[in-house]
């Protein structure tokens, strides 16, 4: 494992800060309208998963779904959530030598339909039910785009360019 370095900590803050924002304005969309939206957070960090440190990417999904859950007074969310990102982060890397990393984001984003499980404990059925509605919502367009974006890297050959060399 690399060593933590004043790079990382800056991507790690950088990520940080582009995916807490993007939770940001899916959630003033959500107060706005006044009916529960996915959030598009996420993206970032599936897309991202196949190139940078995941560890860099862990800490940034936990730390900015902790500031969203923050910002939309959540914070009953925040264990889950911290559940999730690890979870999404340790099936990737497991899966990354069996199968294509398309498919890969497709089945770690798979946890994201923990939180169903985690609103009926903590609410009831009903809840489920709109939370179930939303996490589907929130899962096909996070995939939809996360695959657009890395489709996209992989084409202007991002990893060549950018990783390897600023070495991140």
């Known amino acids: 494992m690399k060593k933590i370095n004043t790079k990382q900590v800056t991507l ?30 996420d993206v970032i960090f599936l897309a991202l998963l196949n190139f940078l440190n995941p560890f860099t990417l862990v800490i940034s999904a936990i730390l900015a779904g902790i500031g969203i859950d923050l910002f939309a007074a959540s914070a009953i969310y925040i264990p889950i959530t911290i559940m999730v990102k690890v979870l999404i982060t ?7 030598r069996y199968i294509n990393t398309y498919i890969n984001i497709f089945l770690s984003y798979l946890w994201i339909f923990i939180y169903v499980l985690y609103v009926y404990i903590l609410f009831d059925s009903s809840f489920a039910i709109i939370e179930a509605t939303t996490d589907a919502i929130q899962y096909f367009a996070n995939i939809f785009i996360s695959i657009i974006i890395l489709f996209t890297l992989r084409k202007i050959n991002f990893k060549e360019k950018i990783i390897d060399k600023y070495n991140l």
């Open 12 to 41: 790690c803050a950088i990520l940080t800060t582009l995916m807490f924002v993007m939770g940001i304005i899916t959630n003033l969309i959500s107060i706005g309208t006044g009916k529960s939206i996915f959030q598009i957070s």
């Open 90 to 96: 340790f099936t990737f890397i497991f899966l990354k």
